[in-house]
Structure formats: structure tokens, C-alpha cells
């Protein structure tokens, strides 16, 4: 029997004038990964908020680990880790004392605090820099730090609020295998990104958000077929009438229509996304004597699902951001 | 960055959830302890947040006893140095107890950590709570310092060891009720800047028109009557008449001149009960979204 974790219904939000959630319905399976979507402002972290009981809805519910997120809080908090965008440590603080403190306020006894602490520094490479204090930390360490407080407790739902933003791509890299281990471990982990890269490498299921609205979902390879194929941009060694063979050659890779340059040296065409199709395209040309200078494939991006999906690119803003505009200004 | 396997044995919560064999209130005592020794790794990484409760008190000790003290004659006889060590406590007290809790609630409430501590399965309420205890500790260090360079500049307490920590006791509750008044700043201004203004702007008015550092028998009616009714006014004549040192305020025919023990204890009780329920509201409505 899989049980739900995240059991979402109709959660909508307001900040003032902005309209945060529009009516957005989530769901994870137990063990599961859930890839939240979404463009800076999307409703991303208002989302993550309200599912971890640091804000309420203005209608709709939500119940997590099978408790309801308003009138159940304590029991939620008792099942969850949280790592928010911006890192939620202490930088006056060693990366140790944070861990054993983050234990002991989540009723882990003092001696086991310290114990799982160790364990945690040793496991996210954190242990040489375990006594320095985390203002001298970079970006990476910050990070990992907040990911191994949030599982201080080994919860069985982790939340992760765009996890990975801002790292290079050798720690990107490295959180990725964190959190598959940990879902491995039958943890349940909602992930929100804005790379669809990440949601795509980690995600069991993806939920598009955009303006505070679900406007996709379904598991990556749904959704990319949704979206559309690769886009195969090749340019030529000499301009036309070689573009003319070219389509022909390449007819039986793709029967989309191409799209041609002015200058009639360059071409697009949507392909499938197959093993070895790079090679096979060039091959293909210099059967008809086209000589290639340059072939490129690209997948779809984020830019891509939106604009396929709302026909508007996706908007990087920080100011529509929802969690730059906290309640607490009250 | 290697695997977390552990998760493969427990995929349950590390603390059993459901078990909470511990009552409430000793739960949010254990989480207020826990962030109070937070705050005081804080201080131990920066030392100068103390000045206020060591520096501070020993050169106001020197300075308002060998300046005042040389021109001050106090209604009814008595040494200035005996008379104004009570009052150099209070006034110690009342600034720095509410001003470090105003200063570091206003400055956690401005970064993430608040929020991490708010998705623990921790008691809420102790975050305020743990502040007001680092602070309460800050306290006792400053009434030590108070109290070491008042020895050394000449005051001498006339009781027994009972009369003097139960001197030093009043005082201590004093300022401990402050920080439940600074943590209402803390939480109720935008940043720690704000409420270390606004916080000076209430508490030195408070410290100054009172019988901390100069007899009030002679003050203008109006103002006498400010004064007397002023709870550092109650604190300082209540810390003196305990440590059996000069106090002109037993002469003044007000009620809490003449019941100073009594008057400060209701302060320090009324000033906490409201102060905390106020602050703890404030923080609810700080952190609701």
C-alpha cells in the first residue's frame, strides 16, 4: 500500500495585491519525488510555505503525512524537513552547533543530537569545516548545512525549496545524488526548481506552476512529449541549393517541417529524441555531399514548456517573487 | 556526499512522533534553554555585546559617584556612594536587560532562522522565551559589575547576606520584566535598529525621572508624583531599604514610597504578565501569513 504524503487541494493565497496561489492541487505518493516547476513568482515557495505550516491558505487544504496542515501543525512539523531557499541557519554558529541545536529543538536527546550530527557532517563532506562558523562557509556548504539540518530528525517527507539555485554545477551535481539517496531511503521529497533540467533528472511526477496555477503535470517524459521534441539546428557548408538535398537526406529522421535561415545556410527542425542522432544526421548529409559546419541539438527548455504551455516565455523577476513579500511586515 | 542509508532503516522521524512523554511545560522550558545557549554562543563570539553589561556599569559607577557624589547632599544624612549604588543597578538594569532583548529578537527576526525554528516540532512560544533568559543571565553579570566597582568606589550594604540577594532579587525581576517590555519592541519595530531607538526613547525617560541617581523630596509636585509612581523609583528605594543604605524616598507620602518591596514586586509582576502576553501576540502576528 503507498500512502500520500502530500495531499493538496485548492490552496489559494493572497500577499496583499498579489494573488500568490490561484487554486493549486498537489499530490505525492509516499517515496515519491515531486518536481514543483515554476519561474521566479510562480507560487513556488508560497506553496512550500503553506505546505510546512509557516503559512495558511486563504481557502483550500492540505494535509501532509496524513495531518491537516492548519488544524494538525504540531503533527506535521513532527514529519517534516524543511530547507527554504535562502539558508535558515545560524551564520554566528558552527555547522555543528547547528546541527545539535536543530536536534535538540526537534526532541532529539542531547547525546544522540551530537551523535547524528557527526554522522551528518561526515556524510555531506561538511566534517573539516564542522567547528568553523557558517558565516565563512561558501554557497555549497551553506547549502548542504541546510539540507543536513532538514533531515536532522530523518523525516519521511523533505521539503527542498529550489535546492540547488545559485550552486555551481559541481555541487549541483552533488545534491542531486543526496536527494536521489534520499528518496532511495523512502523518503518522499518535494523539490521545487525552475530548472527543467532538475525536474527532469529527479522528479517522479512534475507539476508546472505558473501565475499561482497548476498548468501542467504528469511524469517528465509527459510532459516533454507535451512540450515537444528537440530542436536540431544544423548549419551548412555552403548555402543553398544544398539545403534542398539536405531535407530530403534527412527525411527519414524527421518529418517535420524545417525552418530555414535567411541567408539559407542554417535550418531548425523538431526531432525525436534518440540515441546516436547527431552521428546519424551527419552521416546522413555527406551521403548527398552536404558538408556540415556545425550541428547542435537542443532539448527543451524551462523557456520552452512555458512558452509551449501559456505562450508567454517564463518571466525571471525577483520582485514577483512571493516570498520576498512576506506576511510579517505587519 | 555519499548516501544516506540510514533512511533505509527509519524512514520514520529520528524522535518518535508520536511519543512525548514529557509535559508541555517542561518541553518549552527544554527548548528555551536550548536557545538560550545559542544566544550565548552569540555572545561568545562577540564579546563587545557585553559591554553594555560590563564596561557600561563600572564607568557609570565611577562617574556618577565621584562627580555627583561630591556635590550631593542627601535629604536625612547618608553617604551618596551607599545611596546610589541601588540606583546605578536599576538604571543598569533597566537599559541593558530590555535593550538586548529588543536588539537580538529584532535581529533574528530579520534573517531565515526564525522560520527554521517555526518547522520544528519545537514550542513555539520559547524562541521569545530563550531571548529573555540569555538576557536575564546578561542581568546577573551586570549586577555583578555593579556591584564589584560600588565595593571598590566605598559602598558598603548594612544587612545580612538575606537583605542583599533579596536586593539583588527585586532588581533582577525588574529587569527581567523589561526584557518581556523589550521583546514587545523587538517584535512590534521593523528591524533591531528601530528598536534600539525606540527602545532608548521609552527607557531613559523611565531611568532618569525616577530616584535612581538624586533624591526626589524636592522635586516639583507634578514631577514628584511622576516619580514616585515611576517603577524605577519602587525598585530603587526597595533595593535600598534591603540593603539597609540611605533612602530619602521613605519620607515621601505616596504609596509606593512607603511600601517600596511590595510596590516593586506588583511592578515587575504587572510589567511581565502584561508585557509577555503582549509579546507573545506579537509574535504570532509577526510570523502569520
Sequence with gaps: MTATMIEAVGLTKRYGETRALAGVDLEAAQGSILGVLGPNGAGKSTAVRILTTLARPDSGTARVAGFDVVTEGAEVRRRIGVTAQDATVDVALTGRQNLVMIGELSRVPRRD????????????????????????????????????????????????????????????????GVIRDLRAGGVTVLLTTQYLDEADQLADRIVVIDHGRVIAEGTPAELKTQVGRQRLDVRLARPAPSTVDAFDALAAITSAPPVISDDQRTFSVAVDDEPGLASRVVAQLATVGVVVDEVALHRPSLDDVFFHLTGH?????DSSDPSDIPGEVA | MTAVQELDRTPTTLAAPQSSARSPHFEWLHDAVVLTRRNLVHVRREPAQLSDVTVQPILFTLLFTQLFGAAMVLPGGGSYTDFAIGGLLIMNLATSAPMGTAVGLGSDMSTGIIDRFRTLAMRRSAIVAGRTFSDLLASVMCAVFVALAGLIVGWRPDTGPVGLL?????????????????????????????AQSIGLIILFP?????????????????????????PVSAVGAAVRELWGNPNPSSTIHEWPMQHPVAAALIW????????????????????AE
Design chain 1, 113 to 176: 543530537a551530537i551523535a547524528r550530527a557527526d554522522e551528518l557532517l561526515d556524510e555531506f563532506s561538511l566534517a573539516d569545516a564542522a567547528d568553523r562558523v557558517v558565516k565563512g562557509y561558501s554557497g555549497g556548504m551553506r547549502r548542504r548545512l541546510d539540507l543536513a539540518a532538514s533531515i536532522v530528525t530523518r523525516p519521511p517527507m523533505l521539503f527542498l525549496d529550489e535546492p540547488t539555485t545559485g550552486l555551481d554545477p559541481a555541487s549541483r551535481a552533488a545534491m542531486w
Design chain 2, 166 to 194: 533579596a536586593g539583588f532579587g527585586v532588581a533582577l525581576l525588574f529587569g527581567y520584566s523589561l526584557s518581556w517590555f523589550g521583546a514587545c519592541i523587538g517584535l512590534g519595530t521593523k528591524g533591531p535598529e528601530s
Design chain 2, 268 to 287: 515587575s509582576l504587572v510589567i511581565l504578565g502584561v508585557c509577555s502576553v503582549v509579546a507573545n501576540q506579537l509574535f504570532k502576528r509577526r510570523t
Design chain 2, 206 to 230: 523611565l531611568a532618569f525621572v525616577s530616584n535612581a541617581f538624586v533624591p526626589t523630596n524636592h522635586l516639583p509636585a507634578w514631577l514628584g508624583k511622576i516619580a514616585a509612581w515611576n
Design chain 1, 313 to 317: 516565455a517564463a518571466e525571471v523577476g
